[in-house]
């Protein structure tokens, strides 16, 4: 069964514009082993059987390591991959959809950008967390608005959900966003555009374990 509590650490998003077909899997795990808390499945240039048998192989992973699988954007991939769910933007289909499709227990996340409003309405419609940014600039979207370290504040302080940042993060700039009330902190590139996955994997997962013990 899907824990939605473990909404939460490193969520590293593996989108195959940084990793080739063959060393995916492989660079999953080692996100994994370095402390990535969720998998997300971002694929812009494959086809549906391609992006079908790529899921699997990553929703396989995440069940061996109990780990919480989500694909990008693609309700009717994500049934079909068995995905712990899905993580949904503006131009997507909408929260309802994904839930009839998915069943009760699918986790459904939503981008919000950098609006609260978007966020709240989400949480209404039943999504199980919201995700802001761009934090900082990002060579993956660089025309994406920006959003503030105040948005994550106000959005604790305004939100039952679990909040994820992303953008740009770098385990450097992520200390400032977690102490803000990121949950959880979203990155491509930082980890999946490293040589060493796990290694950067593990500099983002000391983020959470370094609050942890300040508390």
């Not at 490193?10 to 899997?25: M, V």
């Not at 992973?61 to 990008?72: A, E, G, S």
């Not at 966020?119 to 209404?124: G, K, P, S, Y």
């Given at each position: 069964?899907?824990?939605?509590?473990?909404?939460?650490?490193?969520?590293?998003?593996?989108?195959?514009h940084?990793?080739?077909?063959?060393?995916?899997?492989?660079?999953?795990?080692?996100?994994?082993?370095?402390?990535?808390?969720?998998?997300?499945?971002?694929?812009?240039?494959?086809?549906?059987?391609?992006?079908?048998?790529?899921?699997?192989?990553?929703?396989?992973?995440?069940?061996?390591?109990?780990?919480?699988?989500?694909?990008?954007?693609?309700?009717?991939?994500?049934?079909?991959?068995?995905?712990?769910?899905v993580?949904?933007?503006?131009?997507?289909?909408?929260?309802?959809?994904?839930?009839?499709?998915?069943?009760?227990?699918?986790?459904?996340?939503?981008?919000?950008?950098?609006?609260?409003?978007?966020?709240?309405?989400?949480?209404?419609?039943?999504?199980?967390?919201?995700?802001?940014?761009?934090?900082?600039?990002?060579?993956?979207?660089?025309?994406?608005?920006?959003?503030?370290?105040?948005?994550?504040?106000?959005?604790?302080?305004?939100?039952r959900?679990?909040?994820?940042?992303?953008?740009?993060?770098?385990?450097?700039?992520?200390?400032?966003?977690?102490?803000?009330?990121?949950?959880?902190?979203?990155?491509?590139?930082?980890?999946?555009?490293?040589?060493?996955?796990?290694?950067?994997?593990?500099?983002?997962?000391?983020?959470?374990?370094?609050?942890?013990?300040?508390?």
């Amino acid at each position: 069964m899907v824990n939605k509590s473990s909404i939460a650490g490193l969520y590293a998003i593996a989108d195959t514009h940084y990793l080739d077909d063959a060393g995916l899997p492989a660079a999953v795990s080692e996100a994994i082993i370095g402390g990535a808390r969720l998998i997300q499945y971002r694929d812009k240039k494959h086809d549906a059987e391609s992006r079908l048998e790529q899921a699997r192989e990553i929703a396989k992973l995440c069940r061996q390591h109990n780990v919480l699988f989500l694909v990008n954007d693609d309700i009717e991939l994500a049934k079909q991959a068995w995905a712990s769910g899905v993580h949904l933007g503006r131009e997507d289909a909408a929260i309802a959809k994904g839930r009839e499709l998915l069943g009760p227990q699918a986790i459904i996340g939503v981008s919000c950008y950098n609006e609260l409003a978007r966020a709240e309405l989400a949480q209404t419609q039943g999504a199980d967390y919201v995700a802001f940014g761009s934090f900082h600039s990002s060579r993956t979207k660089p025309q994406a608005v920006r959003a503030g370290l105040e948005l994550l504040s106000a959005a604790k302080q305004k939100l039952r959900l679990p909040v994820v940042a992303i953008g740009g993060i770098t385990p450097e700039n992520g200390t400032r966003l977690v102490a803000a009330g990121a949950d959880a902190l979203a990155v491509i590139e930082g980890v999946f555009g490293q040589d060493d996955v796990r290694a950067a994997a593990q500099r983002y997962a000391r983020l959470f374990t370094k609050l942890k013990s300040q508390d």
